[in-house]
């Protein structure tokens, strides 16, 4: 009988193989030869185990080359979030409405005129782009968008407080996540935090007795992922801006998540939408572009002109302003605003949280009819179930829905969950006794069949 061992071709054999013709334009010879060293290696602990295992080149070749083919694949992939959380900042907080990815792809792949003006032929202001449709939608009189929300609240307090005391609540440091705190932010920024109040209760009595000749600023912060409940109270946006006004000091509104529809009317009460500020006489309003308003990362600043012409006038505007396909994205997501309607329909993050059950239960109804006939599957429910809107917004706000609850045959829930999120596409789902929970709140219609081939390959093996 013959040595199994000696029937494995060299390292140097395999090397010569036309097949590898294709992978070696791709990788590095040293990871070529690794990885053909790494299916020798394996082929070997098989045939020492006992175990069956192919030993041909062409075998060899051939998995060698799908595992340096799935070492070829982005960092960055596609991923299908079953999550039900609409805003994930793992998986990329919002999602763009299609007009406004296409604004970015153009954008991209050509010139444009970003810092042009087509008319005069003269060189403008890639700020342009983004001031009107801030403008209507806050009804400040200026406007400006820097690369996030966090890079906003810090060019913001250099501009109005830089060496000067900036009066915060106690209830309002927090942390958003991601190391912003509030209280580093504004060290950051030059500014020198000035607390006042206690956690659960800040008067604007309490405001008022901490301005002095050094105070720079009233700053409002909105608690966006967490509440204190039970006996608080906190001084309203109202309240701070006739403090300011007595005081000739300016109040600064950092709402964050950045509402831009009646979100109440939708049945989200607690959010305060980005032009309730400006209504009540606020310097400058911050917030995010890719949490609630839907649109690209960004950090959006609206307020009084000369807060507005000091920011940008900042040599540090130069270290945080936005690209061109961001702000090509974000001029786009502020046009689809121009009617109400079109946003709800046409920006996902909207579209999503606003998905009636029903439409929900009807899709998660069909999908489980779809996977029900799959192999592998142990278990099948659809449940009604709650979601979380999520990246730092409406903490307290479940929203209803449903899921496709499945447990496999051939795998724990974990493995499950990890075959799934190490396929192709992945998918991101949540885990629950046993069963791997697909929320479709975050699954486009588009996406359904994809999940379903995921799921099929998912129960049957690992990739
Ligand atoms: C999310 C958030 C920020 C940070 O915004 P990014 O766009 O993530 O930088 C700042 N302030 C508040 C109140 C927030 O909710």
Same mark, same amino acid.
């Given at each position: 009988?013959? +040595?199994?061992?000696?029937?494995?071709?060299?390292?140097?054999?395999?090397?010569?193989?036309?097949?590898?013709?294709?992978?070696?334009?791709?990788?590095?010879?040293?990871?070529?030869?690794?990885?053909?060293?790494?299916?020798?290696?394996?082929?070997?602990?098989?045939?020492?185990?006992?175990?069956?295992?192919?030993?041909?080149?062409?075998?060899?070749?051939?998995?060698?080359?799908?595992?340096?083919?799935?070492?070829?694949?982005?960092?960055?992939?596609?991923?299908?979030?079953?999550?039900?959380?609409?805003?994930?900042?793992?998986?990329?907080?919002?999602?763009?409405?299609?007009?406004?990815?296409?604004?970015?792809?153009?954008?991209?792949?050509?010139?444009? +005129?970003?810092?042009?003006?087509?008319?005069?032929?003269?060189?403008?202001?890639?700020?342009?782009?983004?001031?009107?449709?801030?403008?209507?939608?806050?009804?400040?009189?200026?406007?400006?968008?820097?690369?996030?929300?966090?890079?906003?609240?810090?060019?913001?307090?250099?501009?109005?407080?830089?060496?000067?005391?900036?009066?915060?609540?106690?209830?309002?440091?927090?942390?958003?996540?991601?190391?912003?705190?509030?209280?580093?932010?504004?060290?950051?920024?030059?500014?020198?935090?000035?607390?006042?109040?206690?956690?659960?209760?800040?008067?604007?009595?309490?405001? @008022?007795?901490?301005?002095?000749?050094?105070?720079?600023?009233?700053?409002?912060?909105?608690?966006?992922?967490?509440?204190?409940?039970?006996?608080?109270?906190?001084?309203?946006?109202?309240?701070?801006?006739?403090?300011?006004?007595?005081?000739?000091?300016?109040?600064?509104?950092?709402?964050?998540?950045?509402?831009?529809?009646?979100?109440?009317?939708?049945?989200?009460?607690?959010?305060?939408?980005?032009?309730?500020?400006?209504?009540?006489?606020?310097?400058?309003?911050?917030?995010?572009?890719?949490?609630?308003?839907?649109?690209?990362?960004?950090?959006?600043?609206?307020?009084?002109?000369?807060?507005?012409?000091?920011?940008?006038?900042?040599?540090?505007?130069?270290?945080?302003?936005?690209?061109?396909?961001?702000?090509?994205?974000?001029?786009?997501?502020?046009?689809?605003?121009?009617?109400?309607?079109?946003?709800?329909? @046409?920006?996902?993050?909207?579209?999503?949280?606003?998905?009636?059950?029903?439409?929900?239960?009807?899709?998660? @109804?069909?999908?489980?009819?779809?996977?029900?006939?799959?192999?592998?599957?142990?278990?099948?429910?659809?449940?009604?179930?709650?979601?979380?809107?999520?990246?730092?917004?409406?903490?307290?706000?479940?929203?209803?829905?449903?899921?496709?609850?499945?447990?496999?045959?051939?795998?724990?829930? @974990?493995?499950?969950?990890?075959?799934?999120?190490?396929?192709?596409?992945?998918?991101?789902?949540?885990?629950?006794?046993?069963?791997?929970?697909?929320?479709?709140?975050?699954?486009?219609?588009?996406?359904?069949?994809?999940?379903?081939?995921?799921?099929?390959?998912?129960?049957?093996?690992?990739?």
């Amino acid at each position: 009988m013959t +040595n199994p061992f000696r029937s494995l071709p060299s390292v140097s054999e395999l090397l010569e193989a036309p097949e590898l013709a294709d992978v070696r334009r791709m990788v590095p010879h040293d990871s070529l030869v690794a990885a053909l060293r790494r299916e020798l290696d394996r082929a070997r602990a098989e045939i020492a185990a006992g175990r069956p295992v192919a030993t041909t080149s062409p075998d060899l070749l051939a998995s060698a080359i799908a595992s340096l083919q799935i070492d070829l694949r982005p960092r960055l992939r596609t991923v299908l979030n079953a999550t039900g959380i609409v805003l994930h900042t793992n998986l990329g907080r919002a999602p763009m409405a299609e007009s406004a990815a296409r604004a970015a792809y153009d954008a991209a792949r050509g010139y444009l +005129n970003l810092e042009f003006d087509l008319a005069t032929g003269e060189r403008s202001s890639r700020q342009n782009a983004v001031r009107d449709g801030i403008c209507s939608l806050t009804g400040a009189e200026a406007a400006t968008a820097v690369n996030n929300c966090a890079a906003a609240t810090v060019i913001m307090l250099r501009a109005l407080a830089s060496g000067k005391d900036v009066i915060v609540s106690r209830g309002q440091l927090i942390e958003i996540g991601g190391s912003f705190r509030i209280p580093d932010i504004l060290q950051v920024s030059g500014a020198t935090l000035r607390e006042v109040g206690t956690t659960n209760i800040t008067r604007a009595a309490d405001y @008022e007795k901490a301005i002095g000749p050094n105070t720079g600023a009233i700053l409002r912060v909105h608690a966006s992922n967490y509440r204190v409940r039970g006996f608080t109270q906190a001084a309203s946006i109202a309240e701070l801006v006739a403090i300011g006004r007595k005081h000739g000091v300016p109040v600064i509104d950092d709402v964050g998540s950045g509402a831009a529809v009646d979100f109440a009317a939708l049945g989200f009460p607690d959010e305060p939408l980005v032009g309730d500020g400006i209504r009540a006489g606020a310097d400058v309003v911050l917030f995010s572009g890719d949490k609630l308003l839907g649109g690209p990362q960004a950090g959006i600043i609206a307020g009084k002109r000369r807060w507005i012409d000091a920011i940008e006038k900042d040599p540090f505007m130069r270290a945080v302003r936005l690209d061109k396909m961001a702000l090509a994205a974000l001029e786009a997501t502020l046009a689809l605003y121009r009617d109400p309607v079109r946003a709800l329909s @046409e920006i996902p993050v909207l579209r999503m949280m606003t998905t009636p059950i029903k439409v929900l239960r009807h899709r998660c @109804e069909r999908l489980a009819e779809r996977i029900r006939v799959l192999d592998g599957i142990a278990a099948l429910e659809v449940l009604d179930d709650t979601a979380f809107v999520g990246g730092g917004s409406l903490p307290d706000q479940a929203i209803p829905t449903v899921v496709v609850a499945v447990g496999a045959t051939e795998a724990s829930e @974990e493995e499950f969950a990890r075959r799934l999120r190490v396929g192709e596409p992945a998918v991101i789902a949540r885990i629950r006794q046993g069963r791997v929970l697909f929320d479709l709140r975050t699954i486009f219609d588009s996406q359904e069949n994809e999940l379903v081939t995921a799921v099929a390959s998912a129960v049957r093996g690992s990739p």
